[in-house]
């Protein structure tokens, strides 16, 4: 975009004054830390940083007028998290701090990695780090799409972990979660607060 090719220009503009009146080492070394910068600027941007949760996904489950109801009203109980790009050092902070983000009426998560590209250590201990964190919080953790990642590495340490339950998908994660919810929700379900007509007097 525009933006990108602005932040060439200038990139390109200081490395030649400072190659210029300065030393064509210094020049080198403001080259490779300006474009590392920019680097890290994309590819930390791609991560989602904020929870979803049942007012904006949904199962494709076809569910009845009081299912569907109830988790609309109890929607914060499940959030969804759909890790996209690298998970690296540059925002593996960002994945912890989503932990203490999760609204506290959640009883259960998706972590969707389908569209995880690749990982660094740091990046892959901050997300199992989080995993174990939520688990510690008493509550269900399904990883979705974990045989769609094209991160061999995602999927080896991932696919061991105890306690968590694995979905095909994000639909099928939902899906397990929407249960649980409906299971344990105390919320009356609409058929039994409609009064039959001959008991209506």
Known sequence: GQGAV??????????????????LIWACFMGIGLSCLV??????????????YLDQYRSRRVR??????????????????????????????????????????????????????DVDPSGLGALVWAVRALLDRQLTVVLAG????????????????PGVVYSIDLDRGLEVCEERV??????????LLSVPIDENH
């Open 6 to 23: 602005d932040l060439g220009f200038w990139i390109t503009l200081v490395i030649t004054l400072v190659g210029f009146f300065g030393s």
């Open 39 to 52: 680097v890290l600027r994309r590819v930390s941007s791609t991560l989602t940083a904020r929870w979803a």
């Open 64 to 117: 009845s007028p009081g299912e569907s109801g109830n988790l609309m009203r109890v929607c914060h109980r499940v959030g969804v998290l759909r890790l996209t790009g690298h998970l690296f050092f540059g925002n593996s902070t960002r994945l912890t701090q989503l932990v203490d983000e999760l609204h506290p009426e959640a009883t259960a998560v998706v972590i969707d990695v389908s569209q995880v590209h």
């Open 146 to 161: 974990l045989q769609q990642t094209p991160s061999a590495e995602l999927r080896q340490t991932l696919r061991t972990l």
């Open 182 to 191: 409906l299971q344990n929700s105390t919320v009356i379900t609409l058929p």
